[in-house]
């Protein structure tokens, strides 16, 4: 019985260790990482290779100071990017949280970030809520960000086409606008993934997008199943054509994002940029 007693003691207190120990992380260490994740696309379009770097769900705000921001910004510009984009969900709860934030800081510093050949920003649902209707547009725009909403941006020069998408769960967007007809390489940013769905084009496309976190905190078997609306069975990583089930010449990637809502905590979900480099076939 003494045994079996200073197992179960041992038992309870390895757990509580461990459960210590993985909650320290999670709230401690992992929000304060950021890697890079680095991807080729190759296309039998004829493209000039070029260098894509998406963020998206910074999530600025009462579970992500926006003090974060100088890293972000110093790692996008050491990539050298020819484009880059933002997914959406630039702040958590704008209402909650507008008397905090620095705002000023935050323009200042996402004016810093470079892109040869233009930088980028569709909306995703929390740029609609909690008030951040009315200033997303202006704040991206003070930033040298132009906001692609349903429309596209022809660069002649790379011999590729950006797509920007409206919000899905916030916005709409007219159904005919996912099918497109161009004979260019397609870059397409939306923030939620269930839309590479309804994308339909004859050409080769890449799409990315964010909005899941990659569940946030992963427990297995569970976070799949509690991914929010707009995720569709996406939760993160790179998709083929086939894993997203369209006929469509389509990839995808759902990267993690940046930083965190409903809770301050990251688990097996790094906070990440993407760095994208679109090559002609070989």
């Given amino acids: 019985m003494f045994r079996f007693i200073k197992r179960m003691?041992?038992?309870i207190l390895s757990f509580t260790i461990l459960l210590l120990g993985v909650t320290g992380y999670a709230y401690f260490i992992e929000p304060d990482l950021l890697r890079v994740k680095c991807l080729s696309i190759r296309t039998e379009k004829e493209v000039r290779p070029c260098k894509i770097v998406f963020f998206t769900d910074t999530h600025f705000g009462k579970y992500y100071s926006e003090t974060h921001v100088e890293t972000i910004v110093k790692k996008i510009n050491e990539r050298d990017a020819d484009f880059v984009i933002f997914g959406g969900d630039l702040l958590d709860n704008y209402a909650r949280d507008r008397n905090s934030l620095d705002m000023e800081y935050l323009e200042d510093k996402f004016s810093e970030m470079q892109a040869a050949a233009g930088k980028y920003a569709v909306w995703g649902n929390h740029d609609y809520g909690g008030g951040a209707v009315r200033i997303y547009e202006d704040f991206m725009s003070s930033c040298g960000f132009e906001l692609l909403n349903d429309e596209s941006r022809l660069s002649e020069a790379y011999g590729i086409t950006i797509w920007g998408y409206d919000d899905y769960l916030m916005g709409w967007t007219d159904p005919s606008l996912y099918t497109i007809e161009s004979d260019c390489f397609q870059i397409i940013a939306s923030h939620e993934p269930v839309i590479s769905k309804f994308i339909e084009s004859g050409s080769d496309s890449f799409?990315?997008?964010?909005?899941?976190?990659?569940?946030?905190?992963?427990i297995p078997f569970v976070t799949s199943k509690l991914l929010p609306e707009g995720s569709g069975t996406f939760q993160k990583g790179f998709y083929s054509a086939q894993k997203i089930e369209t006929s469509a010449p389509l990839q995808m990637y759902v990267s993690d994002g940046i930083g965190m809502t409903r809770y301050p905590f990251r688990f097996l979900n790094i906070p990440e940029i993407v760095e994208v480099n679109i090559l002609p076939a070989k």
Avoid: W
Avoid at 207 to 218: D, E, P, R
């Fill in 207 to 218: 799409l990315l997008s964010g909005h899941t976190h990659g569940g946030q905190v992963t």
């Fill in 9 to 11: 003691v041992l038992f």
